[in-house]
């Protein structure tokens, strides 16, 4: 069984939350099905929730970093929702600052930034 | 690493994509976290989207028709979308109207349905 994540389409934007901890192969597989989504859905929007998430690594923070370069080459806007507090202090302790990525509190806030930005 | 189903939060609704072929435990991790996640966020509408799903047998059937019985008794609507063809069939055959089911036909429609007959 190939624990895939589960990428939801709701309009134009997709939903995706992350509610375990990931392994590499699994974060390479999310990367290559969110691109596949995007490419196959035309959606505009990403949002990305890390609520659950409470321990990050330096390969999985780049991963998601580059996943969401990766999506804004092919078009679509990504924001970052639910960072906890350990993974803020990992991800600045590791260099990564993420610093062009959009970021919300929550999945509801997230959603509704994508949704202004996209002008809906 | 224990592959649970990710349970989204959006407003009074949980939203739950089921992308995979379930195996009887994850199904019924399923259940349990559904009714855990009702009971913790106090959400009144949950749609399972199955639109992923091109297999099911009676057992996960039975989960299903279960979990929707159970979410209702705690107060929850269930919609349960994205039903493919085959599934359709499946089900039919084994004798599982999922009479008293309310479903539609994706996820975005579930949830447009959730939110009329929730009134909002």
Chains 1, 2 share one sequence.
Not at 19 to 29: F, G
Not at 42 to 64: C, P, Q, R, Y
Not at 80 to 90: F, K, R
């Amino acid at each position: 069984m190939n624990p895939r994540i589960p990428i939801l389409k709701l309009y134009n934007c997709l939903l995706i939350s992350i509610q375990w901890e990931l392994d590499d192969q699994t974060a390479l597989q999310f990367q290559e099905d969110l691109l596949n989504k995007i490419h196959e859905t035309g959606a505009n929007g990403v949002v990305i929730d890390l609520t659950s998430v409470d321990v990050i690594d330096s390969f999985i923070a780049k991963v998601i970093g580059d996943v969401i370069s990766m999506s804004r080459l092919m078009g679509a806007k990504v924001v970052l929702t639910g960072i906890q507090p350990a993974v803020a202090i990992t991800l600045i302790e590791l260099g990564i600052h993420l610093d062009n990525v959009q970021t919300a509190l929550d999945l509801e806030k997230g959603l509704e930034r994508l949704q202004q930005e996209l002008g809906e």
